[in-house]
């Protein structure tokens, strides 16, 4: 069993970044698919950016340009940077890994370990 923290959420104005991590002591990031995925109450999780075993990296449109995501294999950690936040940002964000997910990288059935969330607030 996987378990993944996250941190870095907080509350920014419009047009400011944040940087979110993501740590799993004992594990390996590279042997899994990672991503980050965003909820708002009483809405779907929704994909936001995920990177394969193999270091694909995919973002939903609305991020793309804004939102970078990363590992660092060693630490182990997996970062979202984010820039130029919109109030539309704002959603609880979580981390997800799986063994793999390929082109259903997007669907948040097919990741099997989630963190608590932290929350993004843009105003």
């Known amino acids: 069993h996987v378990q993944l923290v996250e941190s870095g959420g907080g509350s920014v104005q419009a047009g400011g970044s944040l940087r979110l991590s993501c740590a799993a002591p004992?594990?390996?990031?590279?042997?899994?698919?990672m991503g980050w995925f965003r909820q708002a109450p009483g809405k779907e999780r929704e994909a936001v950016a995920v990177?394969?075993?193999?270091?694909?990296?995919n973002y939903a449109d609305s991020v793309k340009d804004r939102f970078t995501i990363s590992r660092d294999n060693d630490k182990p950690t997996l970062y979202l940077q984010m820039e130029n936040l919109k109030s539309e940002d704002s959603d609880m964000y979580y981390c997800?890994?799986?063994?793999?997910?390929?082109?259903?990288?997007?669907?948040?059935?097919?990741?099997?370990?989630w963190g608590l969330g932290t929350q993004v607030t843009v105003s």
């Open positions: 004992g594990y390996t990031y590279d042997t899994y698919c």
């Open positions: 990177i394969d075993m193999d270091g694909k990296i």
């Open positions: 997800a890994a799986t063994y793999a997910c390929g082109s259903s990288w997007s669907n948040s059935r097919v990741f099997t370990y």
